[in-house]
C-alpha cells in the first residue's frame, strides 16, 4: 500500500492534489485551481475526512459533504478575510472545487465512489482486466464535475459500484493526468477490443487525442512497463523522475499527479 502525490514538475506550483491511503480505503482527490481559492486546502480536507465505511450512494456522499463542510468553510472564510477584500469576494463568490475517488476494500469486495475525473481502477492480473470508474477515454477533455465547499452537489457527477476482486488484484486512485495515460495505454494493449473507443477520442482534436497517437506506435506490456513502473516509485522523486520521462516522449499532459495504491 502507498500513496504519492506530485505538484506539475519544474513549475514551483503548489500541489492541489492530495492523497491518503489507510487501511480501510485508498482516495485521491484533485483540487482544481482553475476557480474558487484554497482548492489544495479542500481537495486535503476531503481525503482526510473520509469515513472508514465506505459511501455507497449520492444521498450518503450529499449527508457526509454536508457534515464536513462548515469547519473548513468557516477556516478559510477567516482565512480569506485577512487576506483582503478581493481575495474574500472570490472566496464568497467561488468557494473551493475539487475531484474525489476512493476505494473502500475488505475481505471479498470493493466499494468506490467517484465525483470528476479521478478515477478509481482494479487491475487482475490474472486475466488482464482493468476495470474502473470512468467512462470513455474520449471524456477526459470534458470540463469536470466538481465537489465544492459551499454549494449544492449535482448527482449527475456522482459514480459508485463495486469491483471484480480476485488473489493479487492491484486497486488504485489516480487524479485525472495519470489516470488518462494510464487508460489510454491499457486500451493501446487491447487496440482490437477498444479501437472504436480510440478512434473516437483521437478524433476529439483535444490535448489528449495526441497523446493517443503519440503512444500508438509504442511497444510496451501495459503490467510491466506502465502500471508496474509507477508501483515501483517509492517515493516523490522517484515518480517525479518517471513522469520527467513520459512528459518527455509526450505521453501525458503537464499536472499535479497522485497514485494511490494496494494489493489485495
Known amino acids: 500500500m502507498r500513496a504519492i502525490s506530485i505538484a506539475k514538475p519544474n513549475q514551483g506550483t503548489i500541489n492541489e492534489d492530495a492523497v491518503k491511503a489507510t487501511i480501510n480505503f485508498i482516495a485521491v482527490s484533485d483540487g482544481a485551481g482553475g476557480g474558487g481559492i484554497y482548492a489544495d486546502k479542500w481537495s486535503a480536507y476531503l481525503v482526510d475526512k473520509l469515513p472508514p465505511q465506505p459511501i455507497l450512494t449520492f444521498a450518503e456522499l450529499d449527508a457526509w459533504v454536508e457534515s464536513i463542510w462548515e469547519p473548513f468553510y468557516n477556516d478559510c472564510e477567516a482565512m480569506a478575510k485577512a487576506a483582503g477584500g478581493m481575495v474574500l469576494n472570490k472566496f464568497y463568490d467561488e468557494g473551493s472545487f475539487a475531484t ?10 470493493c466499494h468506490w465512489i467517484a465525483y470528476g475525473d479521478s478515477v478509481a481502477f482494479c487491475y487482475n492480473p490474472d486475466d488482464d482486466i482493468l476495470q ?3 467512462g470513455h477515454l474520449r471524456d477526459f477533455g ?16 456522482f459514480k459508485s ?13 489516480t487524479s485525472d493526468a495519470l489516470a488518462h495515460y494510464i487508460l489510454m495505454m491499457y486500451e493501446l494493449s487491447h487496440c482490437s477490443t477498444f479501437a472504436d473507443e480510440i478512434q473516437e477520442a483521437e478524433r476529439t482534436g483535444t490535448r489528449e487525442s495526441t497523446f493517443i497517437k503519440n503512444a500508438s506506435s509504442a511497444k510496451f506490456d501495459f503490467r510491466k512497463d506502465v502500471l508496474q513502473k509507477l508501483m515501483n516509485c517509492k517515493s516523490r522523486y522517484t515518480l517525479e523522475k518517471h513522469i520527467f520521462k513520459l512528459l518527455k516522449i509526450k505521453l501525458i499532459a503537464l499536472d499535479d499527479y497522485s497514485f494511490t495504491f494496494k494489493i489485495l
Open 142 to 157: 470534458n470540463p469536470p464535475y466538481l465537489i465544492n465547499c459551499k454549494d449544492e452537489l449535482s448527482e449527475n457527477g
Open 100 to 109: 474525489l475517488a476512493a476505494i473502500w476494500y475488505s475481505s471479498n469486495v
Open 132 to 134: 474502473h470508474s470512468f
Open 161 to 173: 459500484g463495486t469491483f471484480e476482486t480476485s488473489t493479487n488484484s492491484i486497486i488504485f486512485c
